[in-house]
C-alpha cells in the first residue's frame, strides 16, 4: 500500500512524539528516528516504529519519529494514527 | 469533574483517570492551535520579532485535571510576564485555555526567542512552583526552542535526581509517590507565602 500524501501525528510536547510521514518515490521505507531518550530507548523506538510500517504494510515513505520522552503506548497511537492519515485520500 | 465521569465516581476518587485517547487528542489539539495562533500573531504584528511561551503542568494527566492545580499554570504564565516586563519586553497578547488533559496559558512577547527560553527556564528553575511546569517556547513560525540546543541541562525528575524524561518514558515512579512530591512543593510554596506576609 503506497503513501499518498504527507502527514503528522501527535506534537513535540513533552511526553509525546511527532510522527511524520512523507511519500518518497522509491518502494522502500525510510526511517529518521530521533530522541531525547535515544541512548535509554532508541533502539525499541526503532523498532516499534519497523514493525508497524511492516505490518501496515505500506511502501514509499519517509517516516520521522521525533520523540520527546513518549512513552510506548503513545509511540504506537501516534504511529498508528499517521499511517492511517498517509493512505486515506 | 471530568465530562466523561460520573459524579459518584468523582466523589469517590481524588484523581481521574483519563483515556489514552483523550490524552493524546488533547495535546495534538493544543500543538496545533499553538501554531495557528503563533502563526496568525506574527502576521497580524508582522515587522516584530516575536516568541511565545505556552505554559502547561508538568505532571501526568491525571493530576494535570486536579482542580486545585489548575491554576498554578497561569499563576506561572504571569511570573513570567512580569519577569518581561521588568525588563520592558512588551506583551502584545496573552490568554488561556482549559483542554480535555489539563490547563494551558500562553503569552506572546516583542521578544528574541532565545531571551525568552531563558527567562522560561528561569522561571521553570528558580520560581517556587517551577517545578510544576513545562514553558514551552516558540519563534514567530511556531519552531520549539531547546533546552539542550541552548546547553541547558535537561530538567531533573520531580522524584529523584534523575533526568526527568527517562523516568516519564520508563514510568519510573507511581502516580501517589509524585502525588505526595507535587503536594510537598505546594507546601513550601504556601509557607514561603506566609512568610512574606508576616
Redesign the interface.
Known amino acids: 500500500m503506497r503513501v499518498l500524501k504527507s502527514v503528522t501525528a501527535g506534537s513535540l510536547e513533552s511526553s509525546d512524539v511527532l510522527v511524520t510521514i512523507t511519500p518518497v518515490s522509491e518502494d522502500h521505507i525510510e526511517y529518521d528516528i530521533e530522541s531525547i531518550v535515544i541512548k535509554q530507548y532508541g533502539k525499541r523506538i526503532r523498532q516499534i516504529t519497523e514493525e508497524m510500517a511492516e505490518s501496515a504494510g505500506i511502501t514509499g515513505a519517509r517516516i520521522h519519529v521525533q520523540d520527546r520522552g513518549a512513552l510506548e503506548c503513545t509511540l504506537r497511537a501516534r504511529l498508528e494514527t499517521a499511517i492511517e492519515r498517509s493512505i486515506v485520500c | 469533574m471530568y465530562s466523561s465521569c460520573s459524579l459518584r465516581d468523582c466523589n469517590r476518587k481524588k484523581y481521574c483517570v483519563l483515556s489514552?485517547?483523550t490524552v493524546?487528542a488533547a495535546?495534538?489539539l493544543?500543538?496545533k492551535e499553538e501554531e495557528l495562533l503563533a502563526k496568525s500573531l506574527a502576521q497580524e504584528f508582522s515587522g516584530h520579532r516575536l516568541a511565545f511561551a505556552f505554559c502547561?503542568l508538568?505532571m501526568p494527566a491525571s493530576l494535570r485535571i486536579y482542580g486545585p492545580y489548575k491554576e498554578i499554570a497561569v499563576q506561572l504564565r504571569d511570573a513570567l510576564a512580569e519577569a518581561l516586563m521588568e525588563k520592558a519586553f512588551t506583551i502584545i497578547a496573552s490568554g488561556q485555555k482549559q483542554y480535555d488533559d489539563g490547563p494551558s496559558a500562553w503569552l506572546a512577547s516583542c521578544c528574541d526567542e532565545e531571551i525568552l527560553k531563558r527567562m522560561a527556564i528561569s522561571i521553570e528553575e528558580g520560581h517556587v512552583l517551577g517545578a510544576l511546569v513545562?514553558i514551552?517556547v516558540t519563534d514567530a513560525e511556531a519552531r520549539?526552542l531547546s533546552r539542550?540546543d541552548m546547553g541547558f541541562e535537561?530538567r531533573k525528575c520531580l522524584v529523584c535526581d534523575n533526568?526527568?524524561?527517562?523516568c516519564?518514558?520508563?514510568?519510573c515512579h507511581s502516580l501517589l509517590d509524585i502525588a505526595a512530591h507535587i503536594e510537598a512543593i505546594i507546601s513550601d510554596s504556601m509557607a514561603l507565602r506566609s512568610s512574606k506576609s508576616l
Open positions: 489514552l485517547q493524546l495535546r495534538e493544543r500543538w502547561t508538568r513545562d514551552d520549539l539542550r535537561p533526568e526527568a524524561m527517562v516519564s518514558a520508563g514510568q
